[in-house]
């Protein structure tokens, strides 16, 4: 098959790899029906986190089961399927508590931008949709295997409720469907962090009643005036850096919450800050699991559009030029078609 490989920053390669094949009872195989470039995938493309040896690429994907092993009869051959980027089980302690992404037997997808992926723990990780969804749905359920599931993680750890104010901190794939997420949990007022016209545009689409372009702790000042000197209810932290991190926990009235889903890097919490402002704090990885069967129903019903996050499509060989555009941000989202 082939299959995407980085070998150092900046140098994505697509290369003839081994098929997949079933090496556990627990194991399935699916065809590729499309796969995507995320945020989180350029950290090492850019050099900010270590690759080691050449590896392959990708974590997110909706596809046709191949085949499946003999312990996994959730699904079978010929269904079309979405899954998480973290896989699980789905019946240990953790994951019957609703964090699947901390499956006691969790690993986390990592070949996924290929024509073939093999599929740990497929009984607990995939959901097959009832028929094959026409093809126009696949870019909204792609979404929902990582970004639109980690969005709504976000809105639901920040404590989105109905009436109250949400600030989205990041304007990338996540942080748009966090503005579907807390529009979808009726949040009154949606504030996004933006200083891009088209995606100021598409979380004004997405449910945003306002936009902030300023960012550090002139943003915080804005939100501020915004929301009467108190802060926000709830605010999504949807990037990762310690200025994202800074920016929502100052955004945060006393006794509000923020969810952070952005992958940390070089951030510090002030533990004492953090005592003395009342503000929750809850983040990690997204138990996309948890949310798939409600956030798929939501897609193929036409309730939301997360789909609409994937602003260049290529085909899966020009995976290349897919993390060139985001990189430079000539795109929010690249989708990819075998």
């Not at 891009?196 to 372009?213: K, W």
């Not at 209810?233 to 920016?247: I, K, N, P, Y």
């Amino acid at each position: 098959m082939r299959g995407t490989v980085i070998h150092s920053p900046r140098d994505i390669r697509f290369e003839t790899l081994d098929d997949p094949g079933i090496l556990h009872p627990t194991d399935a195989v699916i065809r590729t029906a499309a796969t995507c470039v995320c945020g989180s995938d350029l950290w090492p493309y850019r050099g900010l986190e270590p690759i080691g040896d050449p590896h392959p690429m990708g974590h997110e994907y909706v596809g046709f089961v191949e085949e499946v092993g003999s312990e996994v009869t959730s699904v079978k051959p010929g269904q079309f399927v979405v899954g998480s980027f973290a896989t699980s089980d789905n019946t240990c302690a953790n994951c019957r508590n609703g964090f699947q992404s901390n499956c006691l037997h969790r690993e986390f997808m990592s070949t996924c931008q290929a024509d073939y992926v093999r599929i740990p723990n497929a009984q607990g990780t995939l959901v097959a949709t009832d028929e094959v969804p026409g093809e126009e749905l696949w870019p909204g359920l792609l979404a929902v295997s990582d970004v639109m599931g980690t969005g709504w993680w976000a809105a639901d750890a920040a404590e989105v409720e109905p009436g109250s104010t949400a600030v989205v901190v990041g304007d990338g794939a996540v942080g748009l469907c966090g503005v579907i997420a807390a529009k979808e949990m009726g949040a009154e007022r949606i504030i996004a962090m933006s200083r891009h016209a088209s995606r100021q545009e598409l979380a004004r689409e997405f449910g945003a009643t306002d936009i902030v372009t300023e960012r550090g702790e002139e943003g915080v000042a804005r939100i501020k005036e915004l929301t009467g000197g108190i802060g926000a209810d709830s605010v999504l932290e949807c990037v990762g850096t310690a200025e994202a991190m800074r920016q929502a926990l100052h955004s945060a009235r006393p006794g509000g919450n923020v969810g952070f889903v952005g992958v940390p890097h070089e951030v510090a919490i002030d533990g004492q800050e953090l005592f003395f402002s009342h503000v929750g704090l809850r983040g990690g990885p997204a138990p996309v699991r948890r949310y798939l069967p409600d956030l798929i129903d939501r897609v193929l019903s036409g309730r939301i559009e997360p789909g609409k996050v994937f602003d260049l499509t290529l085909p899966l060989e020009q995976v290349a030029e897919g993390y060139k555009a985001m990189d430079e941000r000539r795109a929010v989202k690249a989708l990819l078609k075998p």
